[in-house]
């Protein structure tokens, strides 16, 4: 994303002790996952400018994907929906939940907020019914939407390497999935959901 006009260097305490420009050691890394990762190579430390490029959505509601109607909308109730994309990942299973109305965190009702711990119960029992799927792991950045939203990752069974936060990265350095078992995936959580309550497929 290119920058903005008018951007300066962002000014805190914080900021101002930052080695900007500068390819810090990365090895903290490989220490801490070290079942993920044997050598990590950072970029240069870039300067960290403001006021921040917007993101999907924040200046014009019309143009935020969440809020739009989607074939690739897997189940959704009155107040949650869930989107999986079309293309196979490298993961049994990746998926975003989201409010079906544009909410961010910071301003989302009660009853919305209310309805995500349950969703996300009934979220992992569903993914774990793929087969050989072990667990369901979350993660929310929000920094590319601002619509707010919540991914869901599907983690297969016996995969150690892919504990904690390095599961995200193996989505994108596993095979894809062929077309047809990722279908199928996206079936048996779309159904199991709809179980429960709401409905699955709803735009198609």
């Not at 079309?86 to 301003?107: K, N, V």
């Not at 989505?171 to 999935?177: A, I």
Request: net charge negative; with cysteine.
């Amino acid at each position: 994303m290119s920058a903005m006009s008018g951007q300066t260097p962002a000014e805190s305490p914080f900021h101002s002790r930052l080695p900007i420009g500068e390819r810090l050691d990365a090895s903290a890394l490989t220490e801490g996952l070290p079942w993920a990762f044997d050598e990590i190579r950072m970029r240069p430390l870039e300067p960290m400018l403001v006021p921040e490029n917007p993101r999907g959505g924040e200046i014009d509601r019309s143009t935020c994907g969440p809020c739009a109607p989607s074939e690739n909308t897997i189940w959704h109730d009155d107040l949650w929906q869930v989107y999986a994309s079309p293309e196979p990942s490298g993961l049994p299973f990746i998926a975003a939940l989201s409010p079906r109305e544009h909410w961010l965190l910071e301003d989302a009702p009660i009853d919305v907020l209310a309805a995500l711990g349950p969703l996300m119960q009934r979220m992992s029992e569903a993914v774990k019914t793929i087969p050989g799927v072990a667990r369901c792991h979350f993660g929310r950045w929000n920094d590319g939407s601002a619509h707010l939203h919540m991914w869901a990752l599907a983690r297969p069974a016996g995969m150690m390497q892919g504990r904690g936060a390095a599961l995200a990265f193996w989505d994108d350095v596993l095979p894809p999935m062929p077309q047809e078992m990722a279908q199928e995936h996206v079936r048996i959580v779309a159904e199991s959901l709809a179980a429960g309550g709401g409905v699955a497929f709803p735009h198609r």
